[in-house]
């Protein structure tokens, strides 16, 4: 919006003077988060305008079809990414699926318009990437600008494509895949054109191009949030996280299948490497599986080297799951090519002992996902232990606050609730999701003396509250949600 606000002053100020929604919004030039990518937003903000949402409900509803409909479209891109690597579309639809069936990214597929909407992104920037380094033209160069320009107007760690990009091409060409003159013809289109468009569509550049992109990265690897994280039981500031927090999350939350495909494809990657005699690639499928764990390998070694904020688990680092899931194909794939000879009838049966296993192991995903719906957000797979709500966070956006409310709605019918949640975790967010009827009777007071309910999902506060009245605790695979709580003090008592 404060986008919106500034582009919209310089082409059209009769828009924002006609509309009262701009009078609360800030300029750019002072906005303390005016370096965050706004390729996604500042269009939703502008349709949100032209349409007259004025409704807070609607405006989420709008913004949840809007991630919805971007993150669809990273799901083709795996598909089209997957198929032209193995040459097989049944291999590009078995990574597609996998995607859909990595219960964490499919409930964020829905309303993280930060990290889904990147990932997905980034995965459409790859495919363009691909398709540009297999054979240089002018058209795919300017198509691949066009996706890293919407990658990085989104989040600044979208320059790794043109590093890698270029990277790759300049390999090509030492190795004689491709020829110098059409290398650089190709490759200087594409960085100009890249440049442009970055520019172009990213206001906060516009005063000084280099400079602040160079601040908007800067800012990224030491990012300005000094809250807290509860890791493996102990609460910690989130800039002193130890190096191994993104790993652990990684492996307690992607389903296991994949990660063992993962772990046998990029084994079987790093020994063709090794077998090379540092020729790095040899041929155009070899090519891609480098690129894919270069995508991977690289985010992982950066946040860790340069000891970057990290919170909310390892959301920040979801755009790495596409290559992820691709080297697990080729895991996979070398799975089931292999033929054990001393396993007797299984040796013979091998093949359809690893498709029976894969059908069981993404059915039990799927039966998860139906049994926590809509909170697929808080899966952990079997690596993660017991008592999970004492070691992680569990629904650390309070997304469940939304079915607390609408709980108290229906057991308390009175025209006026009075409601608190944490101080640290405003529940207003999801009181603005409530249908407009049953908005206008929640009250939100910041003091245990005016409430008559306390609802909180516990972050920050993993502990019991041993001093209030649980009178509802709801939980979704297994989980500890959130709970709400009668407050003593009050004169009113619910059924």
């Given amino acids: 919006m404060v986008t919106l606000k500034h582009v919209a002053n310089i082409w059209a100020p009769s828009f924002v003077a006609q509309d009262p929604t701009f009078d609360k919004v800030e300029e750019l030039a002072t906005y303390h988060d005016r370096d ?92 363009t990437g691909v398709r540009f380094l297999l054979r240089p033209t002018l058209g795919r160069a300017a198509w691949h600008a066009l996706a890293c320009m919407a990658a990085i107007d989104v989040r600044i760690m979208g320059v790794l494509l043109p590093v890698l990009t270029v990277s790759f091409l300049v390999v090509k060409v030492l190795h004689g895949e491709v020829k110098p003159q059409t290398a650089l013809l190709t ?130 680092l979801y755009f790495i799951y596409p290559a992820m899931l691709l080297i697990a194909l080729r895991g996979w794939l070398l799975a089931w090519h292999w033929r054990p000879s001393n396993l007797g009838l299984l040796s013979k049966q091998w093949a359809t002992t690893i498709l029976l296993l894969t059908a069981v192991s993404m059915g039990y995903v799927l039966f998860r996902m139906v049994r926590a719906h809509p909170y697929q957000n ?60 049953e908005r206008n009777r929640v009250e939100v007071v910041h003091s245990d003396a005016d409430a008559e309910y306390f609802i909180t999902n516990y972050r920050w506060h993993p502990e019991p509250y041993t001093d209030r009245n649980e009178i509802k605790r709801f939980e979704a695979d297994g989980l500890r949600l959130y709970s709400i709580f009668w407050m003593p003090q009050s004169w009113w008592q619910p059924n």
Wanted: with cysteine.
């Fill in 36 to 127: 965050y990518g706004i390729l996604f937003e500042t269009p939703v903000c502008l349709l949100e305008r032209l349409l007259h949402i004025d409704d807070t409900r609607e405006q989420y509803l709008l913004r949840h079809l809007m991630t919805f409909l971007v993150s669809f479209g990273g799901v083709i891109a795996l598909y089209q990414l997957g198929k032209r690597r193995f040459n097989d579309w049944r291999l590009g639809l078995l990574g597609a699926v996998w995607l859909v069936l990595s219960p964490r990214l499919f409930a964020e597929f829905f309303y993280n318009d930060k990290d889904a909407v990147f990932m997905a992104l980034f995965a459409v920037a790859t495919n």
């Fill in 187 to 316: 490759g200087s289109l594409y960085l100009v054109l890249t440049s442009a468009l970055v520019t172009a569509f990213w206001p906060y550049l516009w005063p000084d191009p280099a400079g602040n992109l160079g601040q908007a990265f800067n800012n990224m690897k030491n990012f300005r949030w000094g809250g807290q994280v509860f890791y493996l039981g102990e609460s910690m500031l989130a800039s002193e996280i130890p190096w191994h927090y993104a790993l652990v999350w990684i492996c307690i939350t992607t389903p296991i299948l994949y990660l063992l495909g993962f772990l046998l494809g990029a084994g079987r990657i790093m020994l063709q490497f090794l077998r090379r005699n540092w020729r790095i690639w040899q041929g155009e499928q070899e090519m891609q599986d480098v690129l894919f764990l270069a995508l991977v390998v690289g985010p992982l070694f950066a946040v860790i080297v340069f000891h970057s904020v990290l919170y909310d688990g390892w959301r920040q």
């Fill in 378 to 437: 808080v899966y952990f797979n079997a690596l993660a232990g017991k008592n999970i709500e004492n070691k992680l966070e569990v629904d650390y956006w309070g997304l469940s606050y939304l079915r607390g409310l609408e709980y108290i709605m229906s057991v308390d019918h009175r025209p006026r609730i009075k409601v608190r949640g944490p101080d640290w975790q405003p529940i207003e967010l999801s009181v603005g999701m409530l249908p407009p009827a």
